[in-house]
């Protein structure tokens, strides 16, 4: 049977499942437009394309499935480029469609040409340029594909117009067939036995240990095996800004978040720590702080599926490539076998008060605001956390607001917790709540942004209200870009520069009301939880609260960049208790 | 004037790769985007029409070695990397230089030519094209004596390298493919 490369592309898609797909038509896609009219998959309209990647990913990060968006070529492709990049640096699995004009014209110029392959390349785990109708579909098998194994991450196929409308012969390439045409795509998933059983030794042995989590825990649905090996040994943990919710805050072993941000806590149990067992985790600079100076005595157990993580920023003693989950399952056996074979763990319990000490010591806090003064941030969040219903999923923007939703809210499921980690892409969650929604339709989700942030991609609450994806936006307003205030204020100074956005803050409630939704403005502390309550209680359209907070509030603790973990910055009210950090 | 690196931090990397439009690409700015410098670099099909090998030569310290490694075998139609011990390994390059000639110096240069084994290619009224193929070594070598003459133009391949044959295990096939 004869069809054109259209055709083929939306039934490629639908023979992998895909469900939605968030996309921007445009001259050279268009073809694409056509057959999708006839296509169960639900295309959502977005008003920008960088909203249709961020969806995506959004939509990727809660359900586990891969994202979809499709765009035209040119501008368009190049909207593409941000989500794409972020969606790389926090590997999440992504298939991006982009028109290309027809293959004669490439290469001259052409209205709405641009180089999209090489554009996206070092920012893709792969692209590919589709040259002929015959090869759309093994070129969507493949994307797939690995997009969602081995280290997940994004992947563009770029279609000319000619070739979407050419015809061709419709063939569903089988697993083999997508195999042999990777010849050098073999990720390694099961770890190596022997690094496995050193590994288990290492970990009995160890009198210091820290579990340190990382996003890999989340992409191989790890958390409960990993939870199994913790409460096993009574190893305690920390999850990365990546790994929210892989293991319970309420849990007794958790220590919450480390770095930059993170819990006095959970960074100094990962300085003092003589075995970290780093599970899908990248030693990222916001986790090690300066590294020459990070974990000095510790030895590394690193399970990684990228084998270029190994080594790249400290060198482990124990490198375990593969999946988290499958290599967290040998290391649960090899640590019962040893049990079981007469093996003791070394006591850890002297480590174990040591870590609660400080979590008694130096609990997450922040100075109530005083009567009649403004609203705190802190307190926002824990009115939104402390009303929410169970398993709310939520998505942040980048900025202050991200560190105080990541240090206030108790992340007690996988896949609540949806951010841009890697990249910091402010303009992130409103498209990233969207795309949540659309995935879990049956979950609530609260976006929490900046005000700085919200004006970067506010428009996709349209895209919410007409598609009917109600969502919840919490816009923290301290009239600043906050995070780079801070720093001003910290280390240049308090000399501010173009940081100060209250002349300009729009009126967002109109804004909101604007866009279809609800809008509600709240300014002193009364005001929260009946705001919050109101916006929980609408389920029809969006809603977008105006918190008015504090323009001077910090987040705390802090590791300034590039210092070591060791001079952690604590908040004010615990300076007088440094000493019991050692 | 030889600028070859230093033997101990020169390597040869020889890369199978599935030949495909933009490979070349791909490889080049993974060695721009991670800040990695490529020495020299020869590509060409094999055996095999459906791949090619690009031999790299890398100038760099082993921990970053092992990134390029690691980073290029992610790389999706990257699919063998093994690294050539310059001892144990066989490297040829190919060189042509354009050498300016007063007329009474031009048999000198063809005795220095004839001496390498090199080739004349083209004989002008001032100037001669020779060829050489050999070890790096040896044309850095010969590169160095025709500069006393004037050099005009010089360009080289880039080395090319195979095993020895003579041994076992001649080469370091990394294993581990990344996803
Ligand atoms: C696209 C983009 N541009 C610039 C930055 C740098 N940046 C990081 S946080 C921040 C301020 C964010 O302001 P706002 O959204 O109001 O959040 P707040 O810090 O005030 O909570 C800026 C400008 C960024 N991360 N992303
Ligand atoms: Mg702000």
Known sequence: MKITGAEALIKALEMESVDVMFGYPGGCILPAYDPLLKSSIRHILVRHEQGAGHMAEGYAHVTGRPGVAMVTSGPAATNLVTPLCDAYMDSIPMVAITGQVSTSAIGTDAFQECDTVGITRSITKHNELVMSAEDLPLAIRQAFHIATTGRPGPVLIDIPKDVLQNSMTWHWPTDEEVQASLPGYHPTTKGHPRMIKEAAKLILAAERPVLYLGGGVLKSRAAEVV??????????????????????????????????????????????????????????????????????????????????EQGKVRRPDVPIVGDCKLVSIEILKALRELLDGGEVQADIAPWRSRCSGWQEQFPLSYEPSAPGAALKPQFCLEQIRDHAPEGTILVSGVGQHQMWSSQYWHFDEPYTWVNSGGLGTMGFSVPAAIGAKVGRPDKTVWAIDGDGCFQMTAQELITASISKIPIKVGILNNSYLGMVRQWQEMFYGERYSEVDLGGGVPDFVKWAEAMGCVGIRVDSPEEVAPAIERANSINDRPVVVDFRVEEFEKVFPMVAAGASNDDIILPPSQNDRREYLR | MSTYPSPQRHHILSVLVQNKAGVLARVASLFARRGYNIFSLAVAPTEDPQFSRITIVVDVEGTTLEQIVKQLFKLIEVVRISELDPQKSVERELFMATVRTDGENRGQIVELANIFEAKVLAVGVDALTLSLEGSPEKLDDFEELLRGYGIVELQRTGRIALPKLDREAHSRAVKGKAS
């Open chain 1, 227 to 308: 939870r199994e090996i913790a409460e096993l040994l009574n190893i305690p943990v920390v999850t990365t800004l990546m790994a929210r919710g892989a293991f319970p805050d309420s849990h007794p072993l958790c220590l919450g978040m480390p770095g930059m941000h993170g819990t006095a806590a959970a960074v100094t149990a990962m300085q003092k720590s003589d075995l970290l067992i780093a599970l899908g985790a990248r030693f990222d600079d916001r986790v090690t702080g300066k590294v020459s100076a990070f974990a000095q005595e510790a030895k590394i157990i690193h399970v990684d599926i990228d084998p270029a």
